[in-house]
């Protein structure tokens, strides 16, 4: 008998403990673990679509929870979708599975995320009282001291069960809550009940959880007619949303709900809603590091540190004041400067900006994924890989002349279109740098500009020649003494 049944699979292990000893020399490798998340979600029309997107971005998550949630639009005998409304998606994600798996072997089964797919407190707005399936989920991934990394937990509904399950701990482990509450990151969508105010950060604020609250995903909200860009809007119209997403991608693609008819300016065929992605862009693996800070910027959008640990979205008006309390429907500035349907309001568009000016690459990453549910992976396109050459953040000088080296591959032998551009809007220095040779992988530099004490974030875009486009960046942090 062969003392060796699996000798590929031993080759295998071995080349990934080589590689990642390799990885680990540098600071990539934090880069390339995959975050840990948990979904709370009120099931509304568009979490249903954002729950298409999400799965088939499973490979790129270690899902801790998949937890519906109730929300102050959505519970029990209020426009609720079912206890259940997430299962018909997870079936159809286990017939595209075989698919997914020949694109990247690293998407969890369906009967897996069904595991992790749990009832939380659904029977009213804010409801916080009962213990339940989906609040100890959140207890138990929270109390396993064995995994210290981060867990970042969503709110795409009400904060309720987040709460709940914070309050088991506070009742049955108080002596846990500081280390517990050190692994939590939060990112909601508003806050859509009052459980955040009421009880987290009355009862956990000392502990300075980061937490982020979007306004900004009103971006990609149902109104996203009226401030979206033109050349944006062109992903999110019936006929891209047709070919790239809706026909002819299988099972899964085909649950998702664009809109049905003409209403309001849209047609049959274009892109919805799907305000609660924001809360999972943020941590897809695309080589921005915007979940190293808030203020950082990325596909999830990016936030100003407004009080403690709290970050919410950038408002420009002179002499604003953020509210004290909740960040929501009755007080968020983007929501209420929307009320006001101010035509062609350029103060509402500069405000969202942060979050669309990523629709194009997102909505070409969900089209690529889409292809993955019914295509060979010859068929289909694959990331680029980005590697920045020399370290990711670094102590520079005023004017001192920073080369920039990235190498840059593509698992499709594409051709790859190289950008450095400055984050500005990311960045604390007041200057815009120029960057010279900046379409060069290896050739590009840039002179830091003599502001001591700034930041300069520089990013490299890699973008492939496949059908879609794809693109993959790596983010320089310049420290200048
Ligand atoms: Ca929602
Ligand atoms: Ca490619
Ligand atoms: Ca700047």
Request: proline share 5%; hydrophobic share 35%.
């Amino acid at each position: 008998m062969d003392s060796n049944p699996h000798p590929v699979l031993g080759v295998t292990l071995l080349l990934l403990l080589v590689a990642t000893m390799v990885l680990g020399q540098d600071d990539s490798l934090m880069a390339s673990e995959k975050p840990r998340v948990i979904v709370t979600s009120d099931g509304e029309i568009d979490d249903e679509c954002s729950m298409v997107r999400f799965l088939l971005y499973a490979n790129e998550f270690d899902i801790e929870g998949i937890i519906t949630s109730s929300s102050q639009y959505h519970a029990h005998g209020h426009n609720w979708a079912g206890d259940d409304w997430a299962r018909p998606y997870l079936a159809a994600y286990a017939k595209v599975y075989p698919n997914l798996v020949k694109h990247d072997p690293r998407y969890p089964t369906a009967e897996f995320l069904q595991s992790r797919t749990l009832l939380g407190n659904v029977k009213a707005e804010g409801e916080m009282d009962e213990v339940t399936a989906g609040s100890q989920r959140i207890v138990e991934v929270l109390l396993d001291a064995a995994d210290e990394r981060p867990v970042w937990i969503q709110a795409w509904g009400g904060t309720n069960t987040i709460a709940r399950a914070l309050k088991t701990i506070e009742q049955q482990h108080p002596d846990r809550m500081a280390e517990v509450a050190k692994k939590i990151r939060f990112y909601f969508i508003w806050e859509q009940d009052e459980t955040y105010q009421r009880y987290i950060r009355p009862h956990w604020g000392k502990y300075g959880i980061q937490t982020i609250i979007s306004d900004q995903f009103v971006a990609l909200f149902y109104h996203w007619k009226k401030y979206v860009p033109e050349e944006q809007q062109s992903y999110l119209a019936a006929e891209w949303m047709k070919v790239n997403l809706l026909e002819g991608h299988g099972p899964l693609c085909s649950l998702y709900k664009a809109h049905t008819k003409e209403d309001k300016g849209l047609s049959e065929g274009d892109f919805r809603s799907e305000g609660d992605s924001p809360a999972f862009f943020y941590n897809i693996p695309n080589g921005l590091r915007s979940d190293e800070s808030p203020g950082w910027g990325g596909w999830g959008g990016r936030f100003v540190r407004v009080r403690e640990n709290t970050w919410l979205d950038p408002v420009s008006e002179p002499g604003y004041e953020y509210p004290a309390g909740r960040w929501y429907t009755g007080s968020a500035w983007g929501r209420l400067r929307l009320k006001k349907e101010i035509s062609g309001d350029e103060a509402l568009v500069s405000y969202l900006k942060p979050q669309w000016r990523w629709i194009d690459a997102l909505q070409n990453d969900f089209a690529a994924r889409a292809d993955w549910c019914v295509k060979e992976f010859n068929e289909a396109n694959h990331h680029p890989v980005v590697k920045m050459n020399g370290k990711l953040n670094r102590n520079v000088k005023p004017r001192e002349v920073v080369q920039l080296d990235a190498t840059a591959t593509d698992p499709d032998g594409d051709e790859l279109t190289v950008r450095w551009w400055q984050y500005c809007e990311a960045d604390s220095a007041e200057a815009t740098v120029r960057i010279k040779n900046s379409d060069s992988a290896h050739n590009a530099s840039f002179i830091v500009p003599n502001e001591s004490g700034k930041e300069v974030h520089i990013i490299v875009e890699v973008t492939d020649s496949g059908t879609p486009p794809l693109v993959r960046y790596q983010r320089i942090v310049c420290q200048i003494e």
